[in-house]
């Protein structure tokens, strides 16, 4: 979808405060997050990535990526440019309830992604690796992952564990199974459930049942938040696990 003249006039004010020789304010910050465009200039549509919307991912850190002790430590998978991260780290309640996070991880294959994601949240790690590959980079266990991953049946470097579907979704959440000790993911509501919470996919039931990882909807889904996208407006579904270590166990194990 084209951009239309003031979203194209946004984003290249968004892009010269990212090639600014100087540290960003948070007012700046938050309109690099906002105005940031990637169907400028990247492969979007490629890569089944769609970046959270500010209000979606302020209700997320409010309500359910907050960790209960200081110094947690998070990572996110498919970071984008660093929205869910961002409002997990400077969520108002951290400061108020003195529950500061240790450290916040951010993994993001596309290097113009992390280059915009260094600039709005420095405070971050960011790796430019596939985050599939997060299992394999010796990061230690984390207390939580979060992400919003790429969406459907898109390619993929490699396969997740012992699980092999399609959806490029359920990649992530087993390579988070490997990292973390619970996840909150935003996924298309249709590759969860029906119509209802309880009606769980076809897709949904085998996943668990190969891998073991019950899903919970925290949300059964974000319509309120549809139109603000900035582009297609999927229709999602927030899910939370919790996880067992050490990793996944194989398929039809006991």
Partial sequence: MPLTREQARNHHKAMDL??????????????????????????????????????????????????????????????GIGRLAFEAVHADWRDREDLPLGEMVCVEKNPEYVRVGRRVLPEATWLCHDLLDAADMDLGLFDCAISNPPFGAISRSRDSAAYRPRQFEYHAIATAARVARRGIFIVPRTSVHEEHPSQRTTSCLRFTRETGIELKTTWMDADAWRDQWGGPTPRVTVVSADFHHPGLRTPNAA
Avoid: C, N
């Fill in 18 to 79: 990212v090639a600014a020789d100087r540290d960003l304010t948070r007012k700046e910050k938050e309109f690099v997050l906002d105005h940031y465009q990637p169907s400028a200039s990247t492969t979007q549509a490629l890569d089944g990535a769609f970046f959270t919307p500010r209000e979606m991912a302020r209700e997320l850190a409010t309500y359910d990526i907050g960790g209960d002790r200081p110094g947690e430590r998070i990572i996110d998978l498919g970071a």
